[in-house]
């Protein structure tokens, strides 16, 4: 008898629990509120001004040199090509457009170097960028060790800079 007194009494106590912790508002995670922002109504993440992005394929630079460009990603204010040589991917060209991200545009404002007439920033130990215009970011990432910076910055080199800083 009292051992059945004690297995009502544990699954009662586990019905309540249960019970309680499931009615339990939870606390909004981090995230709820960019959820929130990101999904209201007349919110962009990319500016009617911008640039489509095949607008930008004419800008880079064409295969040659045992190297092959690849368009993989083309959107509104974006394109993004893979350069391979011999079938093994070395490095990543894009063009942006820094309406939709001012503050990739900042990051030129205390650069020392310059590509092309244009100023250069590092971007960590595999990326070189390039602003044309103080409106459109040229970057190249390598995606081989093998590719260095001063190979990134032969490809910025090879980008139509002066081209692309026309386009309005």
């Known amino acids: 008898m009292l051992f059945k007194i004690r297995q009502v009494f544990i699954v009662f106590s586990l019905s309540v629990l249960l019970l309680l912790t499931s009615c339990a508002t939870q606390a909004p995670s981090r995230f709820d509120q960019a959820q929130q922002e990101s999904t209201q109504r007349g919110s962009s993440a990319v500016v009617k001004e911008s640039e489509s992005g095949g607008s930008f394929n ?13 368009y993989t990603q083309e959107k509104k ?31 030129f404002e205390k650069s020392t170097q310059s590509i092309g007439g244009y100023p250069a920033v590092s971007q960590g130990s595999t990326g070189t960028a390039v602003l044309v215009g103080d409106r459109y970011q040229v970057k190249v990432l390598s995606r081989d060790p093998g590719f260095s910076e001063g190979d990134r910055q032969a490809w910025l080199e090879k980008f139509d800079l002066n081209g692309l800083s026309q386009l309005k």
């Open 77 to 107: 204010g974006f394109a993004e090509a893979k350069l391979k040589k011999d079938g093994k991917e070395m490095a990543m060209l894009a063009i942006s457009d820094t309406l939709n991200n001012p503050s990739a545009a900042k990051k």
């Open 58 to 70: 004419q800008f880079f630079p064409p295969s040659g040199g045992g190297y092959e460009r690849v």
